[in-house]
């Protein structure tokens, strides 16, 4: 769609973006998505403490959920807030102006569509490990014609997200995406969870990097690589424990987003 929607001719995208079930399902996929940080928080602090089964990535955010006694019907309900907000994100895409924002909106539609086909997966009893899968996935990549250069470009996209995040947080842009204001004490939550966000995606485009400089794709291991790699340097344990710590801070704004949130 080009230039501005005219606001007395719906459209299409705007029927699905308005409606009550996909407005709701939205909250709840940034709700959820509060669940699933603190969580991975709590992995992170794992990992900071030397523990070597912490798999600290959103696949072992959803296995702890798997794990409890009604993890089946929780993930069931990670997945349809998930699709949902995907729904949402995608109409966001369709009825944008700008081609920045479409570009933005559906690329965070497809990451939320990815975390809802997680769940799903982990209900029906698959699913790898996350380091597995990014190391599959690196190798697949490798295996391709100009493979080597499509994945050092994917590690730049990935640390340049991650500088968008540190950006956003630090200039507090992300208040554009609240219709209402949760408080001070939140906003900086927000602040401090973004910025951790930033520097956690700058490690894992970084294994990407590295993963193509030594033509070696088990250097590519996601999150909870990225995470082991950095508890490895010197002061490293304080490192991965204050980002987990801002993975909570994110988690907590997010229930905040859920209610205030621009949708």
């Known amino acids: 769609m080009t230039g501005t929607t005219d606001p007395s001719r719906p459209t299409a995208a705007d029927a ?6 996909v407005e709701a399902g939205a909250r709840a996929g ?23 089964a912490a798999e600290a990535d959103t696949s072992g955010a959803m296995r702890l959920v798997a794990d409890s006694p009604v993890g089946g019907v929780v993930l069931m309900a990670i997945g349809a807030a998930f699709i949902l907000l995907a729904v ?9 102006d700008r081609a ?16 809802a086909w997680g769940a799903v997966s982990l209900l029906l009893g698959g699913g790898s490990s996350g380091p597995a899968r990014a190391k599959d996935a690196t190798a ?17 996209i990935v640390i340049g997200v991650g500088a968008f995040h540190i950006h956003r947080g630090w200039t507090e842009s992300f208040r554009d995406h609240l219709e209402t204001s949760p408080g001070q004490l939140l906003i900086t939550l927000g602040r401090i969870g973004y910025v951790a966000k930033g520097i956690a995606l700058m490690a894992v485009g970084g294994g990407l990097v590295i993963a193509t400089a030594l033509h070696d794709p088990s250097r590519s291991r996601g999150l909870d690589g990225a995470l082991s790699d950095l508890v490895a340097l010197p002061f490293g344990q304080v490192l991965v424990a204050l980002i987990s710590l801002g993975f909570a801070s994110y988690g907590v704004y997010s229930f905040a987003r859920a209610r205030h949130a621009r949708v």
Do not use: I
């Open 100 to 115: 920045a924002d479409r570009a933005m909106a559906a690329a965070k539609a497809l990451v939320y569509l990815a975390l």
């Open 140 to 156: 697949t990549m490798m295996s391709l014609p100009f493979g080597q250069a499509l994945v050092g470009a994917c590690g730049l």
């Open 16 to 21: 699905v973006a308005d409606h009550p079930a």
């Open 30 to 52: 940034y709700a959820v998505n509060g669940v699933l940080h603190l969580l991975l928080a709590l992995l992170g602090l794992q990992v900071a403490l030397g523990h070597p």
């Open 88 to 96: 949402w994100q995608g109409a966001e895409a369709a009825r944008a």
